[in-house]
């Protein structure tokens, strides 16, 4: 029955809806990007000294420009990006670069040789964690006026402290904690010595295509053009929006509330291709998953244990029916697929093989082992997946799922049997992962250098010496020959099993192209995103 | 402030009965600081017992082992647990939370942004649920067992058996992307982002508290999904336990007196039935509504309202300590100062219980 109660109430209700509906169907305004995107890996904020995780690097990457930067088209070789032009002393050992003339920060300042020193020197002095990737270059910081010095006003000289493939060193400056910031606008902004780090970490003071006008943890984070940039964005603001829930991501993009989504997963793919109004861009990114084995287990101390699994596994399965889309099938050694000289997998599902290489090793009826893996999505499928493989050979293996920092933590102290996890390269050049992978000279608990080898308690020397001669290779071709031979080397005797690649996807309306995804959060660039 | 005018016994008496009302007092600040202070010291101990390793949080996977030996030693992670402890709670008695090693800010600072959020967003479930729910609870204790009762039954059981973040989604896809008549995520549009200045951190009470209506209409646009959900769900609760204090109330011999008295039923139910329960009520209502406080992290995840619940949980499963003792202890306090709140009210309201 109708009273006048319910009657004034629906009539509120009628006269509020119109205007709700008003707000919801509100659309991004022409001159602001919306991209919705997991932002709570942010740590520390964006100062390019401190920054060293995706979204981090993202944005430095946005906001500051290098020396060089890895070409946008072809992620194996280097272009300028400050530098105009630089060039090798016939020793090998002197990098000299000529600054582009003309180039301003966001503060109107010039760009110029001094500030490319001080960011360089700065870096070490801070000594955060991106500096570990100079520091193994042989950077220290009592030696940093001799290793990178100004020449004159727009020339940068860097001496080599110790012989490094060219390649190696070039790569490292272009990613972010090479970075060139503003030396005035920094230390117009130090307290105690700080180098601006605290200022840096919520403000920005480079020369890219954006700045940094607001960042809330875990919420969003606001760029806007650079007024001084050489290359001005396309649109005048972007908004970073924290939407961590990949299905929300989706409906806000169909609904035209958000630009471009980050990160769906393989349903929101699915669906989404199936809209004419959204376009997809992927690119191979290049974190691998993979299998670790310990080798103070004493199962794999025999290595036809260790190769038995690398046949277990079925990755073609596992791609198909858990990770559709995301996570390709990629079984080679340590390089990812999208770096230069990586030499093709040999190995996919073979259980009889498996089966035969077990009995061989003396375990005809299989053992026990525990499997460690994140708790989340697709670990948590793919460690089952895996689990049924490994007993079609016999292995009963007991899985041990928990948080992302616990299994990391126990990985670190070695105390692991087998664990699935993650790996991705800092640097396209394969120095990078053939140190971390292969070499391990010091197998003790107190060793200095706690690789991912000596993680595994693989030891190896005549790979440790190629690994490190490989690095220290100045002639190209006779360098990628040393890592074919490691890769292979790595395939035969290590206790990794590679299984997938990561590949980076984002969708967006077809209003607002331009994203470029690079491969590796440094490389993805936003300078290009325009709307219609 | 004059002394009251009373004769010696008089005076004995008020000394007496002040002394006993101070010694109270005294007594419940004790028993309230003891449990602060076993909350930090449990949390403490887990947090620095668990299988996580901090400084990985803060540097990554990557970095050589030097580095992070630096930094477990720039954390005071090296020291023993008594000595952390004890560093820790020092600086808490002059004020200083520490710093998050997840976002580089104070810990005051990001109790500041973060709990805002949740306070506004709790506070209006509660109050919707409150007044929807507690006059549904009444109405079906009366009407046992009849359609309307059973409808109520089923429908409370919906709200707090179904999974939270189903329900949420379920929502965004019917009233946003479906109807239109919702705006999607997060707790303000585009246009309004930035605009409102921070006051109390609650951007629907912020807009309106500037001026800005447009301002506070789209917050409270963004506001109402969220909070009509987690009403949705509360009610439930409250619906269920106010039926059953009242079924329990209305077979009280009061009840049967004041029928036999020829009160109205409306008189009945609202004035004794409603002042008996009150008490208990008002206790079940302050621990919900604490609970709410504590944190709604899956709402707060599929809205992309980040709330204290959420910073709470990221914070313990990065090992962010500090971060994870403040939020703590401010849970702490708010779940003390209800539960004092509950123990005055119900003295107030129940005779009984005085």
New interface residues.
């Given amino acids: 029955m109708i009273n006048r109660r319910s009657l004034l109430l629906s009539a509120a209700a009628l006269a509020a809806?119109p205007?709700?509906?008003r707000?919801?169907?509100?659309a991004?305004?022409n001159n602001?990007v919306?991209m919705a995107k997991s932002i709570?890996d942010v740590?520390?904020?964006f100062d390019p000294a401190e920054a060293?995780?995706g979204t981090d690097y993202e944005i430095t990457s946005n906001i500051y420009r290098m020396l060089v930067t890895l070409d946008p088209e072809d992620g194996t070789k280097y272009v300028g990006d400050l530098a105009e032009s630089w060039e090798f002393s016939d020793d090998g050992m002197t990098i000299t670069f000529k600054l582009k003339p003309g180039i301003l920060f966001e503060s109107g300042n010039p760009v110029t040789a001094e500030d490319v020193v001080f960011s360089l020197h700065r870096l070490m002095k801070l000594?955060?964690?991106p500096a570990?990737d100079f520091?193994q270059l042989g950077w220290t910081i009592d030696k940093m006026d001799d290793i990178v010095h100004a020449a004159d006003e727009l020339t940068v000289v860097h001496r080599l402290p110790e012989v490094r493939a060219h390649g190696t060193v070039l790569n490292t400056l272009a990613t972010p904690r090479g970075c060139v910031v503003d030396k005035a606008t920094v230390m117009a902004n130090e307290v105690d010595g700080d180098f601006g780090n605290e200022w840096l970490?919520t403000h920005s003071a480079g020369a890219g295509s954006y700045r940094l006008?607001?960042w809330?943890?875990?919420?969003?984070i606001?760029l806007e053009a650079n007024p001084n940039a050489e290359f001005p964005p396309a649109v005048q603001r972007l908004?970073i929006?924290?939407?961590?829930?990949p299905?929300?991501q989706l409906?806000?993009l169909?609904?035209g509330?958000i630009d471009v989504a980050r990160n769906l997963g393989s349903d929101q793919i699915k669906t989404a291709r199936a809209n004419p109004d959204l376009v997809e861009l992927s690119a191979d990114s290049t974190a691998q998953m993979n299998l670790c084995m310990n080798m103070s287990v004493p199962e794999f101390q025999n290595p036809k244990v260790i190769e038995a699994l690398k046949w277990a596994v079925d990755c073609e399965a596992i791609a198909n029916n858990i990770t559709p889309d995301i996570w390709d099938v990629w079984q080679a050694s340590f390089l990812p697929r999208n770096v230069r000289g990586t030499v093709p997998s040999t190995f996919h599902k073979d259980t009889e093989k498996a089966k035969a290489l077990l009995a061989e090793a003396g375990y005809p009826d299989g053992f026990s082992i525990t499997l460690d893996h994140f708790s989340s999505w697709p670990w948590a499928n793919v460690a089952q997946a895996i689990q049924a493989d490994l007993a079609e050979i016999g292995i009963k293996a007991e899985l041990i799922a928990?948080?992302?920092?616990?299994v990391?933590?126990?990985y670190?102290a070695r105390q692991h049997q087998i664990v699935l996890i993650y790996w991705a390269t800092?640097l396209y050049d394969p120095d990078y992962n053939a140190r971390?992978w292969c070499i391990n000279t010091d197998d003790s608990d107190d060793?200095?250098?706690?690789s991912q080898a000596w993680r595994n308690h693989f030891v190896d020397e005549e790979m440790s010496e190629l690994a490190d001669a490989a690095g220290k290779e100045l002639d190209a071709d006779k360098r990628m020959e040393m890592y074919d031979k490691l890769q292979r080397d790595f395939m035969a005797k290590a206790p990794v099993s590679w299984l997938l690649q990561l590949r980076e996807i984002a969708m967006h309306r077809k209003e607002a192209p331009g994203l470029h995804l690079g491969g590796m959060a440094y490389l993805n660039r936003f300078g290009g995103i325009s709307k219609s | 402030m004059t002394a009251p005018d009373l004769s010696p016994r008089g005076w004995n008496r008020f000394a007496a009965g002040a002394l006993a009302r101070g010694g109270g007092i005294a007594s419940s600040l004790a028993g309230i600081l003891v449990t602060l202070f076993g909350l930090v010291l449990l949390t403490f101990v887990i947090g620095r017992t668990m299988p996580i390793d901090p400084v990985v949080a803060i540097i990554g996977d990557k970095a050589p082992p030097g580095m992070v030996e630096q930094l477990r030693e720039e954390l005071g992670l090296d020291r023993s647990l008594i000595e952390q402890f004890w560093i820790y709670l020092t600086k808490l008695l002059q004020g200083d939370l520490g710093r998050s090693v997840m976002t580089g800010q104070p810990v005051t600072a990001d109790i500041l942004q973060f709990f805002p959020a949740t306070l506004e967003l709790a506070t209006s479930a509660m109050i919707i649920a409150l007044l929807v729910g507690v006059p549904l609870g009444i109405i079906a204790a009366a009407r046992q067992d009849s359609i309307f009762d059973n409808a109520v039954r089923v429908i409370s059981l919906i709200g707090y058996s179904v999974p939270v973040f189903v329900l949420a989604l379920v929502c965004l896809l019917v009233f946003y992307a479906k109807l239109g008549i919702a705006p999607g995520t997060g707790s303000q549009g585009i246009v309004y982002q930035g605009m409102v200045p921070f006051r109390t951190g609650m951007i629907v009470l912020d807009a309106a508290l500037d001026g800005q209506w447009d301002a506070f209409r789209d917050a409270l646009a963004y506001l109402a999904m969220p909070a009509l959900l987690l009403a949705f769900i509360t009610m439930s609760l409250i619906v269920r336990m106010t039926r059953a204090f009242m079924l329990e109330a209305l077979s009280g011999e009061y009840i049967v007196a004041a029928r036999a008295k020829g009160l109205s039923e409306t008189r009945i139910l609202w004035r004794h039935g409603l002042g008996n329960i009150a008490g208990r009520l008002f206790t079940v209502i302050a621990v919900i509504y604490a609970g709410l406080l504590e944190g709604t992290v899956l709402t707060e995840t599929v809205f992309s309202r980040p709330g204290l619940g959420f910073y709470l949980t990221r914070s313990l499963l990065n090992a962010d300590m500090n971060a994870v003792l403040g939020a703590t202890l401010v849970i702490g306090v708010i779940y003390v100062c209800l539960n004092l709140l509950a123990d005055l009210a119900q003295r107030q309201l129940d005779p009984r219980a005085r």
Avoid: M, W
Wanted: glycine content about 4%; proline content about 5%.
């Fill in positions: 809806a205007s709700f509906a707000i919801a169907s509100a991004t305004p602001i919306v709570i740590v520390n904020g060293y995780v000594n955060k964690y570990a520091a970490k006008v607001e809330r943890a875990s919420d969003r606001i908004l929006r924290n939407v961590p829930d299905a929300t409906l806000l169909q609904k509330d928990a948080e992302t920092g616990q990391i933590t126990k670190r800092n971390a060793s200095p250098l706690k």
